[in-house]
Every structure is written in structure tokens, then in C-alpha cells.
């Protein structure tokens, strides 16, 4: 399992490797993330590639590589 934390100001999200793919998960932070400028519909949500996540005013494009 590989996992990157995402963490601009006090806000967290982690992208882990599963067996399916890529997942983003909420961590903590008042601020949630969004992908593809819609917010997450639980805690997690798979990701594909190309997808724009943004986090407390952050933008970042996920590739898969």
C-alpha cells in the first residue's frame, strides 16, 4: 500500500494505492476536497487520471503513472 499525504494548512487528504486503484480520502480539517470541483460524497472516492483535486485553495492534476 503506498499513500501520499496532502496537507496545506492544517488541512489533510491522502491519496492510498489499493487493489482497485487510486483512493482519495478525507483525513481532517474543516476544509474537505474536491474533485473535478465536486465535493466528496463520503469520506473517500476513487480517483482516475487527469482528475483536478483541490484542497483549502490548493490545485493539484492527479497522473497515474
Known sequence: ER???IAPE????SITKRPAGYVLAHVEGVARPTV??????????????????????????????
Open 10 to 13: 492544517g488541512h489533510v487528504a
Open 3 to 5: 499513500r501520499i499525504i
Open 36 to 65: 473535478n470541483g465536486s465535493q466528496l460524497s463520503g469520506d473517500s472516492a476513487q480517483l482516475r487520471n487527469g482528475d483536478v483535486i483541490e484542497l483549502a485553495g490548493t490545485q493539484m492534476q492527479f497522473i497515474q503513472i
